[in-house]
């Protein structure tokens, strides 16, 4: 069973940085593209960044310049840099992989974390 596991939420002051990872586990073939969504409450979740392969990336509006999303292949590990952090930043944050399951199937499928608590204080 594929699973991501996210860690490195907390809460920090306004101002302050946290880095946020993200683990995945379990018989896979390959992972595409990973990406890092979070969700206040009563908002929907939102995308934050992405990152291929290749680590090509994009950020939304909200966090660019902030933020830096990396990832290590050999680890099968995203990172989420979270720099100059803001109270409209406080929200759950998860993990997505994009993940090919067997090498005889290209057929996709999107795995999420559990989801990791970041709240950022004024």
């Known amino acids: 069973q594929v699973q991501l596991v996210e860690s490195g939420g907390g809460l920090v002051q306004a101002g302050g940085s946290l880095r946020l990872s993200c683990a995945t586990s379990?018989?896979?073939?390959?992972?595409?593209?990973m990406a890092w969504y979070r969700q206040a409450p009563g908002n929907q979740r939102e995308l934050v960044a992405t990152?291929?392969?290749?680590?090509?990336?994009t950020y939304a509006d909200s966090v660019k310049g902030r933020f830096t999303i990396s990832r290590d292949n050999a680890q099968n590990t995203v990172y989420l840099q979270m720099n100059s952090l803001k109270p409209e930043d406080t929200a759950v944050y998860y993990c997505?992989?994009?993940?090919?399951?067997?090498?005889?199937?290209?057929?996709?499928?999107?795995?999420w974390g559990q989801g990791t608590q970041v709240t950022v204080s004024s």
């Open positions: 997505n992989a994009e993940i090919r399951q067997y090498a005889i199937s290209a057929a996709l499928r999107h795995y």
């Open positions: 379990g018989p896979f073939f390959r992972i595409n593209t």
């Open positions: 990152v291929t392969t290749g680590s090509s990336t």
